[in-house]
């Protein structure tokens, strides 16, 4: 059993830069790779990022390559989401998950076993 706690997200103008974190509980944390998705009112949720067990191998949906960074800190049991240069249209609840196959590359919501609250992040422009 894996649980998981986002926060970090807040109300940004267009431009600036948030960091999301998400604390996980459980000593199999190290094992399993993480993802973050997103969901704006009225649709669907949708992939953000993901990242290997060892935090050696990350993806990342095309509309936020080059601008969000994951990464993890196993010791913590915790994984990032950094996000710079934000826009109007990343406003969402972002929702950060767990996936026992470890190799992060899961893309889509039933490859994922665990799941966090999420945290709103407003981008304002």
């Known amino acids: 059993q894996v649980q998981l706690l986002e926060s970090g997200g807040g109300l940004v103008q267009a431009g600036g830069s948030l960091r999301l974190s998400c604390a996980a509980s459980?000593?199999?944390?190290?094992?399993?790779?993480m993802g973050w998705f997103r969901q704006a009112p009225g649709k669907e949720r949708e992939f953000v990022a993901a990242?290997?067990?060892?935090?050696?191998?990350?993806y990342y949906a095309d509309s936020v390559k080059g601008r969000f960074t994951i990464s993890r800190d196993n010791a913590k049991n915790t994984v990032y989401l950094q996000m710079n240069s934000l826009k109007p249209e990343d406003t969402a609840v972002y929702y950060c998950?767990?996936?026992?196959?470890?190799?992060?590359?899961?893309?889509?919501?039933?490859?994922?076993?665990?799941w966090g609250q999420g945290t709103q992040v407003t981008v304002s422009s």
């Open positions: 998950a767990a996936d026992r196959r470890g190799t992060g590359r899961g893309i889509m919501t039933y490859e994922y076993d665990y």
């Open positions: 459980g000593r199999t944390f190290r094992s399993y790779a």
């Open positions: 990242i290997s067990w060892s935090g050696g191998s990350t």
